[in-house]
DNA sequence: GCCAACGTTGGC
DNA sequence: GCCAACGTTGGC
């Protein structure tokens, strides 16, 4: 089984949405990232572990927990012009983006914030983009002993 | 293929 | 709101 991290604004679409939603699921739509797509379409499977991130906001962190349902499918929103995210690159016939939907799985008992991540930066997060200057990715592979350093912080 | 310009991310 | 870091675009 994999781990994840994928970062979201919570103004926008935080963990209570997601556990809001029907099925406690989310298409994880918009994401226009080579990098992040690649890992989306070709590394992640179905019942890998996500760790919920809140970027942009007061405490950026680690707020909770979900889980990958389904393989990657094409991203629709690709191909609707009235779609923040519409590409007109991306052709039906050969989607250049991809999705995967999400499920709720729980909130952590507290939010891991990035500052605290940070402190284990030259310890066992030492290879994580998450806690490295200027790392902008949304998705990222998580360890198995990063997952269970940083859930060991809860 | 280079690289300057530009847009975006996201912490602070 | 600022701005550093980074990815993408497009002219050449």
């Not at 970027?55 to 909770?64: D, I, L």
């Not at 499918?73 to 995210?85: E, I, L």
């Not at 590409?87 to 500052?115: C, E, F, G, Q």
Request: charged share 25%; aromatic share 10%; proline share 9%.
């Amino acid at each position: 089984m994999g781990y994840w991290l994928m970062k979201s604004e919570p103004d926008v679409f935080g963990i209570d949405h997601l556990a809001a939603r029907p099925d406690r699921t989310e298409p994880w739509d918009g994401v226009r990232n080579y990098q992040a797509r690649n890992m989306m379409r070709d590394a992640m499977r179905p019942g890998d572990q996500v760790f919920f991130y809140h970027s942009n906001c007061t405490v950026p962190g680690v707020v909770g927990i979900a889980e990958i349902v389904g393989e990657a499918r094409p991203d629709p929103t690709a191909f609707d012009p009235r779609a923040k995210y519409f590409d007109p690159k991306s052709d039906p016939d050969n989607p250049r983006w991809y999705l995967v939907d999400v499920r709720y799985v729980r909130h952590l008992k507290r939010t891991i914030a990035l500052a605290e991540l940070k402190e284990h930066a030259i310890g066992g997060l030492r290879d994580m983009p998450l806690v490295r200057k200027g790392n902008r990715l949304s998705v990222m592979p998580v360890t198995p002993e990063q997952w269970a350093l940083i859930l060991g912080l809860e």
